[in-house]
């Protein structure tokens, strides 16, 4: 595995100055030594001037937040990250890769979930360069890697839990967000890590049901949401029955036998578990025959 290897390039201004300057040296040794018939200083001149136009070709820029990868007919030799005007040999390629911090959002992907249900699922990932050399040997094209990996991540992540957890220990893609999002980080680096890339983060964007299951899966959420709800009134209702003969046998205002308690009992969670308003009856006589 090839590793990053930084290294120093020359100043790029000096080195230019001195090629321009021999270029118009050499080009002015040149035409005077025509012009006189002297052959050996003009192709001497000539050479002088081939050699600055070559040197000038060494002469490059480094942004900030760029590389520039060194290689000489095939090998490489360093990357520069040193920002400004540089000079190295005429005969290094020059490769630039960026190591600014990008984001792409995937394509809304089709995949079964844990519970084999269908869904719909896209993430966002903000990555960054931070091995030149591995970004741009061991992988043919890093980019398309990292687009071709992240989005097989987010189908393997899906897969391994469901939409929608019915019980809250489980985790689950929608109600688990921080979490889901730690674990696909995780699996997204690990994938890309041979290609010199590091992931910031790792977040998904879209979350949804397939259409064609949308619907059934959205009365089920409301049936669920109903019954949660009815077990949360009644679990208070009964509280508030108990609370109500706790502090009448406590106060000992009222003397309730336990029949009259059952009475009660059933009128209060009546009126407190009923979806509708109560409507109040006055009752001028007794329970008792």
Same mark, same amino acid.
């Given at each position: 595995m090839i590793r990053e290897k930084e290294v120093a390039a020359a100043p790029g201004l000096p080195a230019l100055l001195f090629w321009l300057a021999l270029l118009l040296v050499s080009g002015y040794a040149a035409i005077s030594s025509f012009a006189l018939n002297e052959h050996w200083g003009g192709l001497a001149g000539v050479l002088g001037g081939v050699s600055a136009v070559v040197g000038l070709i060494g002469v490059f820029v480094v942004n900030p937040n760029e590389g520039r990868v060194l290689q000489l007919f095939g090998s490489y030799r360093g990357t520069v990250k040193t920002a400004? #005007? /540089?000079w190295a040999n005429p005969?290094?390629?020059?490769?630039h890769i960026s190591l600014r911090i990008?984001?792409?959002e995937s394509a809304k992907l089709k995949v079964n979930d844990h519970d084999?249900?269908?869904i719909e699922i896209a993430a966002v990932v903000v990555w960054k360069v931070v091995d030149t050399a591995e970004a741009c040997?061991?992988?043919y094209d890093f980019e398309h890697y990292v687009t071709v990996q992240s989005e097989a991540a987010v189908r393997n992540l899906a897969t391994r839990y469901p939409y929608d957890a019915h019980e809250e220990d489980i985790m689950s893609l929608?109600?688990?967000t921080d979490n889901v999002a730690t674990e696909l980080k995780k699996e997204i680096q690990a994938r890309l890590d041979k290609a010199g890339v590091r992931v910031l983060e790792a977040r998904i964007s879209h979350l949804a049901y397939a259409p064609e299951i949308a619907?059934?899966? #959205? /009365?089920?959420?409301?049936?669920g949401a109903i019954i949660a709800a009815r077990t949360r009134i009644v679990e208070g209702a009964v509280g508030m029955v108990e609370m109500a003969l706790k502090l009448l046998d406590e106060g000992h205002n009222v003397q309730l036998d336990e029949e009259r308690k059952a009475a009660m009992v059933s009128n209060l969670l009546v009126v407190l578990c009923g979806d509708r308003e109560a409507q109040p009856v006055v009752n001028t006589g007794t329970i008792y025959k």
């Open positions: 400004g #005007l /540089r005969f290094y390629t020059k490769k990008r984001n792409f084999g249900n269908p040997f061991e992988v929608r109600g688990s619907s059934a899966m #959205l /009365r089920r959420q409301q049936a």
